[in-house]
């Protein structure tokens, strides 16, 4: 039996428009490229379920169910990572990127995000743990706080370097 991991409360990002058809009925979220929103229960059936939110986390009244591939987990990079080869990206603190869903060797694949323009960017592989998954409380908060100390991590040393 397969586990599907929970993404209940995680914000996702839009990357293409999605309309509900009303052959479905109600229920259903129409989903339009660069809105975020937040998985309020399991995936069941192939479909999320979730609610649009705003850039602040409030919601914005609409939930239903939803086509997962068409959204994705969005992270913020808490850490400097750069890199010499051009299949891997180089982060900076505050960075954000979606991840794609693919993980490899300890490396996960994502691309980042322009929140301002709504837009994607460059594609690479990158260090899972130098990224967290983006939550609109607690990223208003950090701007008041230092950052938290350095842990170790898996990708010292490996395909670039950390500052």
């Known amino acids: 039996t397969a586990t599907v991991q929970s993404t209940e409360g995680v914000v996702k990002v839009v990357l293409e428009d999605w309309v509900a058809p009303a052959s479905l009925g109600q229920g ?3 989903l339009h490229r ?19 939110i705003d850039a602040s986390g409030c919601p914005m009244g609409l939930s239903g169910w ?15 990572w750069q890199s010499s080869e051009a299949e891997y990206l180089s982060l900076r603190p505050g960075q ?5 869903r693919c993980d490899q060797d ?11 323009h709504r837009a994607e960017c ?3 592989w990158y260090p899972p743990a130098f990224a967290v998954n983006f939550n609109p409380i607690r990223e208003s908060a950090a ?5 938290p100390g350095d842990p170790q991590s898996a990708a010292d ?7």
């Open 28 to 30: 259903y979220l129409s």
């Open 34 to 52: 660069g809105a975020w929103l937040r998985d309020t229960g399991p995936e069941q059936d192939g479909w999320g379920f979730g609610e649009l």
């Open 66 to 80: 939803y086509p997962p591939a068409y959204a994705f987990v969005l992270k913020v990079v808490n850490m400097s």
């Open 96 to 100: 954000q990127l979606l991840d794609l």
């Open 106 to 116: 300890g490396w996960a694949f994502g691309q980042l995000w322009d929140e301002e």
């Open 122 to 124: 460059r594609r690479g």
């Open 143 to 147: 701007s008041s706080r230092d950052p």
């Open 157 to 163: 040393g490996a395909r670039g370097s950390h500052e």
